[in-house]
């Protein structure tokens, strides 16, 4: 565990024995008042990496990741179903001070009206005509952006067809990058290991540029070079994956994959 980490790793420990009705109010805003350092550390962080990736170092990503840890207990109380193997729901937390909290320390709520992967986690799927695309039916939790780097994806219900999503997939494969989720099988890299290694683990990074989305730009891989290597998926399964972080209609055995050493760009020409 880095020293850096160790602000996070306090909160993390707070709200898991937290059990108050706002954890905002209670919780969350002293710390940020303790540890106003943090807000410029993300500031900093953004514009030192935004347009040269390769300026993170390892104490950076481990940063990141534990707020990122911090993050997902936030959002468990907006999942449905058991949490691993205990019955912990989450805290109590109000979406205004859910955002407020992220916003405070420098992070932003776009505003995506059409579906795409590197915005949006599916929660749930309403099966549509075969060839319908991919809809958003419902917003269970917001996406959050620091400058073009996306730190959280957005919970969402969707509407589509088969050949785009097919239901019992989506909803219940594995979800990479994922500490944890109350709703479905979830894997990082922090898996198996002790309470303060645990903590040594790089945050997925995805950055959205003029020229497309960058899908996990640390993997050491790209699945954009013809002579990739992919292991036990197809190149087309595999892509999949690193986009959505799960496998959203592929019908192969997506529980004990390893997807975190590649990388994927999907081009866009933007007008």
Known sequence: ??????????????????????????????WLKHNSDECRWFAEFAQRTNDDWS???DEDLC??????????????????????????????????????FHEQLGFRVPKIVDYHPFYHEIVSVTPAPSDSPIRISGIAWPCLMLGDMLFCRAGCSVTGGISHVVKEI?????????????DRPCDDLSHGWGHNSQWRTAHRRDYC???????????????????????????????????NRCLIRSRADGSDLFPYDYSYTEVVERR
């Open 209 to 243: 540029t003029s020229n497309g989305y960058h899908f996990n730009v640390d993997g050491r891989h790209s699945l954009n070079d013809q002579k990739c290597i992919v292991e036990d998926l197809t190149l087309d399964a595999m892509i999949e994956l690193v986009t």
């Open 170 to 182: 989506a909803e219940s494969s594995t979800l990479y990058w994922t500490f944890r989720r109350r």
């Open 1 to 30: 565990m880095f020293s850096s980490q160790v602000p996070y790793v306090e909160l993390y420990r707070s709200l898991l024995a937290y059990s108050g009705h706002d954890a905002f109010i209670d919780v969350l805003d002293g």
């Open 55 to 57: 300026k993170a170092s």
């Open 63 to 100: 940063h990141l990741y534990a707020l990122f840890r911090v993050t997902s207990v936030l959002l468990l109380r907006r999942q449905s179903g058991p949490s691993g193997d205990s019955e912990y729901e989450g805290v109590s937390i109000t979406e205004k001070g859910f955002n407020l």
